[in-house]
């Protein structure tokens, strides 16, 4: 009884494996519920072995989710982006694009949305104004207004000599 048990649980383990090559996270752990039911009348071992099971398929499907969510938020992102700049918000959308540019560095529509964008920033802004962005973006930052100083912060940063601001943006 005990090796048809074991048989069993091996079974049910393979098959919760292959459903999670699948992605099929509620069928995998369908079958691992079944195979603890199981374990738990055998030995310690085999409970650990379908314990850690387990845990791997959670792990799995929480990546997988994280990675939907983190593309979701990529596109978002990009769109807002692209829309803002579409708009004539050249600032708000160098934020976009630099929100998107932490989720994904390599994505080339990232990369030339913060270039167009920055051009146009620096088209549109003098280097007085740019001056006066950094004087109100520091202002702003130091008082621990973080979000409002973004803005001014970003004009003043779209001049590749202004460290400062790129500074206080990191």
Known sequence: ??????????????????????????????????????????DADTLRRVSREQD????????????????QRLEQLVADGTRLLQEGKPSDAKLAFDGAYEIDPRD????????????RILGTTTREKRKQALAEGRALFEAGHYEQALGPLTDAAADP??????????
């Open 56 to 71: 791997r398929v959670r792990g799995l499907e929480r990546e997988a989710l994280l990675a939907v969510a983190r593309s």
């Open 1 to 42: 009884a005990a090796r048809r048990a074991r048989g069993e649980v091996d079974r049910l383990l393979r098959e919760a494996q292959e459903s999670a090559r699948r992605k099929a996270w509620d069928e995998s752990l369908a079958r691992l519920v079944q195979a603890e039911a199981i374990a738990k009348a055998l």
């Open 161 to 170: 000599e202004n460290y400062e601001a790129r500074t206080l943006i990191a």
């Open 108 to 119: 080339q529509r990232v990369l030339d949305g913060r270039a167009i964008a920055q051009e």
